[in-house]
Every structure is written in structure tokens, then in C-alpha cells.
Antibody, heavy 118, light 114 residues
């Protein structure tokens, strides 16, 4: 069974750094793209970027390029999303998800709530 | 970039009645070499991650009830719930994966019971 398990909720102050994680199991982690998707409070889904863990090929949405960094560690089957300096507007739920063989997104993590507040 | 739009933004349908959601892309999602439309539909209930319902515009994911169907080609697509059940109350998103791994979601359509 494919599972994506994300790290727990975070409460941070503006300007702080943060790295959240997504551990995959039940499949060959290195050979499937992993996407990160943002959902701001009461809003829709926004694709942030995706990484191919085998060679760390990473693609970003223009809206998120330079704002976040996506990485992966094949040894622990984990993808990461990180910020160097959080803003209040980064408050959202962040989902990781596995691209299916078709290219759509078939399996999702449970989501990580990030709250940024002074 | 491919832009996705959906209509309506919300709709309320009586139990047992049909619900229809429209999705349009700014460019064709039909790949000529395999004649497939790179369009998926997702359902998201409050407090849950999205769930894949349909891919290739009309192929139901395993376990999805057959009251959900997808149709359309090129730039215009439709998700139909043939007989709305209470458990179908959710927000529905279309998504293009023509430019995978680059993805784009539509803004979502909220479905409620009238």
C-alpha cells in the first residue's frame, strides 16, 4: 500500500526558517515524482513544484520559484519543503503527493499545517 | 503556462439529482500521439486531502462510484455526478497534467445539497 506520511503541524514567527517532510512507503520512492501543493485557509489547491528523487530534478511553479526549496533524500525515502524566511502569508496547509504513472496525482499525504504569526 | 477555469464556483443540487461541473483549459490537453486528454478531477472534503476521481478526462480511479463520470476533449471538460448523494458534498477540482510534472489546478467548485 502506497503511503505518504507528513511531519506534524508547525507554529513559527515571521523571519524564521522551516523544513517540513514527507516520507513515502510502499513503492519505489526514487522513481516517482513527488509534488508539493499549497492550500491557504479557505482557498483552492496550488501546485508549488515537484521533484524526481532519483536525480533530484526539480521543477517549480513560477509563483513559488525562489520562495521555497524542494529536496529529497533517497536513503530515507523522504521529500522536503523548506523556507529560509517565513512570512505570515505562508500560513497554509501543505500537501505532498505522488505523481501516478499517468502523470496525474494519485496518492496524497495527510497535510502539514504551517502557521506563521508574531 | 496553462490556465484552468471552472464553472460554476458553487452549486446546490437536490439529493438524487444531477450535478454538472465544467472545466476549461487555456490550451488543448489532447496529446495527438496517444489521443489522450491530460485532465484529472479531484474531490476534497473538509479536513481531508484531495482524492483522485478521474484521469485521462474520463477514466474512473479504482473504487470511485460509477455515478461520477468525466467527459470532454481538447479544452472543454465536464464532471457529472448522476445522482447526488449526501457524501458527495465537497469541493471538486480539475487539473491539467499535459505539462507534467508541471501541474495546474482549477479554482474549484463547491457542491452542496439543496
Amino acid at each position: 500500500e502506497v503511503q505518504l506520511v507528513q511531519s506534524g503541524a508547525e507554529v513559527k514567527k515571521p523571519g524564521e526558517s522551516l523544513k517540513i517532510s514527507c516520507q513515502g512507503s510502499g513503492y519505489s520512492f526514487s522513481t516517482y515524482w513527488v509534488a508539493w501543493v499549497r492550500q491557504m485557509p479557505g482557498k483552492g489547491l496550488e501546485w508549488m513544484g515537484s521533484i524526481y528523487p532519483r536525480d533530484s530534478d526539480t521543477r517549480y511553479s513560477p509563483s513559488f520559484q525562489g520562495q521555497v526549496t524542494i529536496s529529497a533524500d533517497n536513503f530515507i525515502n523522504t521529500a522536503h519543503l523548506q523556507w529560509s524566511s517565513l512570512k505570515a502569508s505562508d500560513t497554509a496547509i501543505y500537501f505532498c503527493a505522488r505523481h501516478a504513472d499517468t502523470g496525474s496525482v494519485g496518492d496524497w499525504g495527510q497535510g502539514t499545517l504551517v502557521t506563521v504569526s508574531s | 503556462d496553462i490556465v484552468m477555469t471552472q464553472s460554476p464556483a458553487s452549486l446546490a443540487v437536490s439529493l438524487g439529482e444531477r450535478a454538472t461541473i465544467n472545466c476549461r483549459s487555456s490550451q488543448s490537453l489532447l496529446y495527438s500521439s496517444n489521443n489522450k486528454n491530460y485532465l484529472a478531477w479531484y474531490q476534497q472534503k473538509p479536513g481531508q486531502p484531495p482524492k483522485l476521481l478521474i484521469y485521462w478526462a474520463s477514466t474512473r480511479e479504482s473504487g470511485v462510484p460509477d455515478r461520477f463520470s468525466g467527459s470532454g476533449s481538447g479544452t472543454d471538460f465536464t464532471l457529472t455526478i448522476s445522482s447526488l448523494q449526501a457524501e458527495d458534498v465537497a469541493v471538486y477540482y480539475c487539473q491539467q497534467y499535459f505539462s507534467t510534472p508541471l501541474l495546474t489546478f482549477g479554482p474549484g467548485t463547491k457542491v452542496d445539497v439543496k
